[in-house]
């Protein structure tokens, strides 16, 4: 800053300190102001030009929008000059305050709700609202709101159960117009596999696979997978059980539609001489009781206390009480070596998986002694997923199950399991399944809800071999936000869940992984417009 005196002591100018700007300009009369005066004048003036400066610079430099006139700078320095605050924080803190008072009283009764945020906005503006008024409209329409996207969540996820237990009508007509071609076509009558063929179902230097099913479209796609996915599809040999319904049609597909040079052996409940109700009494009394029927089968809403239920804890359950957990199909895993007594290692195959890489070496895993080799699934990348253990499945409020099984006890998957028919024939696995099917039977089913999984946690508890986690993929029918890569890098994938890829609610990006096995060029699946939209 510089003073500039005229040479008549007129005149006092202030400039910045390059000369360019002039301040201010004071003009002196001689007669009116003493030399005094000017000079405290200056010392005053001198003073408190620093100040403005500096405030000056700290408000350009704080604005986000720099001030480009005098007007913009007064209107922000103003303030500051005169001692007045921004009161916008004060005013968050008393509406802060406000919403936490009205957040622990109850909401007037009468009060009536905008259906809208543009509606609270305008009757705000009409009938003038205090903030506390408008803090209960607000907490009310947030709690309404909240409400119904419960509720619908629920009704969807319904919806979503009845739909995955159901069978869709293209798949349904497919079985309809196969089962027709058995009686009507020789050749979908044909024996499989042809009688020259015929040891080899019992030869051990096979790859046997089973699966169980009465879905002759999932049936195709498992076997189809297999074979394609295979370096040596000449050792494969599939063993297809199906129920009495489902046989002719489950036949006539494997007949028109060879899957050499593997070899397919299908066979229905009813031609296995060993299933009789002598051997297995227990599931005969869980299909035909009707207190079991009804909790599968009946109102899955009545006593359901959905207020403290979340949707997730919901949505498990309802998977729990799917009616394919009373099918004998379903349970049919558990006989497989008095099914098969030639048989000495095999690998069980859901109908809800896709095999995209080669599964002989799994024939080569040591098991160390043990009967399952299996996936665990208490621990991976998906925490949603691989996190199962003993808690998830079973009530250990009850006294036998607290006093028997470990609530941190590592689960493992059903779906791709190496079984060593030959250790397990020496164990009583078997007798095991029984006797806590029967406990869980006198409970009234308040150990477990009825599934295959629960009694068999606990009947291999000690002969399950893990194995590694890239041989089987899970949840690709419930967890819709699953890693492609990691899909396409594993072994089996398996789409366990009420999601399933030929259902309608099945997940759209997951979907193609399955649906490159169906053949469309078939006839049949063509005419029953499988999975048209």
Known sequence: MQLHFSPSMRSITISSSNGFIDLMKIKVAARHISYRTVFHTILILAFLLPFVFILTAVVTLEGVNKCSSFDCLGRRLGPRLLGRVDDSGRLVRDFYKILNQ???????????????????????????????????????????????????????????????SSVPKGIHCLSLRLTDEYSSNAHARKQLPPPELLPLLSDNSYHHFILSTDNILAASVVVASAVQS????????????????????????????????????????????????????????????????????????????????????FASKLQARSPKYI?????????????????????????DVVIQKDLSPLWEIDLGGKVNGAVETCRGEDEWVMSK???????????????????????????????????????NIRETYHSWLKENLKSNLTMWKLGTLPPALIAFRGHVHPIDPSWHMLGLGYQNKTNLDSVARAAVIHYNGQSKPWLQI???????????YVNYSNDFVRNCHILDS
């Open 506 to 516: 099945g997940f759209e990006h997951l979907r193609p992984f399955w649906t490159k």
């Open 389 to 427: 253990r003993f808690r998830n499945y079973f009530n250990f409020s009850h006294p036998l199950v607290a006093k028997n099984l470990d609530p941190e006890e590592c689960a493992w998957a059903y779906g791709m399991n190496i079984f060593d028919l030959s250790t397990w024939r020496k164990t």
């Open 230 to 313: 295979s370096l040596k599809p000449e050792k494969i040999v599939f063993h297809i059980i199906t129920d009495k319904k489902t046989y002719a049609g489950m036949h006539s597909w494997f007949a028109l539609n060879p899957v050499s040079p593997a070899i397919v052996e299908v066979k229905g409940v009813h031609q296995f001489d060993w299933l009789t109700r002598e051997n297995v009494p227990v599931l005969e009394a869980v299909e035909n009781q009707n207190g079991i029927r009804n909790y599968y089968h009946g109102n899955h809403i009545a006593g359901a206390n959905l207020s403290a239920t979340t949707p997730r804890t």
């Open 327 to 351: 099918s004998l199909l379903n349970h049919l895993r558990i006989y497989i070596p008095e099914l098969f007594p030639n048989l000495d290692k095999v690998v069980f195959l859901d109908d």
């Open 102 to 164: 009205v957040n622990t009283e109850e909401i007037p009764a009468g009060l009536k709700l905008p259906d809208s945020f543009n509606q609270l906005v305008s009757e705000m503006k009409n009938n003038q609202y205090d903030a506390r008024t408008f803090a209960f409209m607000l907490r009310a329409m947030m709690e309404n709101f909240e409400r119904e996207i419960r509720e619908s969540k629920f009704s969807e996820l319904m919806n979503k159960h009845f739909a995955a």
